[in-house]
């Protein structure tokens, strides 16, 4: 294995002359199924949260 990517790491970018570059709005919607996962992160939050406070009560229920 090459360390650091030396060999390839300075090497020029050429555009292609077979393909134009594609629009950033298309580029942009590849990326779009993530943004689904934005609630996906609150819900798991909230989840612990919830999780954390029926802890705390039942050990709290142990002790007295």
Sequence with gaps: MHENYE???N???EKSKH???MPIEKRV???APFS???GFSKAILKTQKDMEKE???SKYQ???
Excluded: G, H, R, T
Aim: no cysteine; glycine share 0%.
């Design 11 to 13: 090497i020029k970018y």
């Design 55 to 57: 802890l705390e009560n």
């Design 29 to 31: 919607a590849q990326f």
């Design 36 to 38: 689904v996962l934005n």
């Design 19 to 21: 393909f134009p570059p």
């Design 7 to 9: 060999d390839i790491i």
């Design 62 to 64: 142990e002790e007295s």
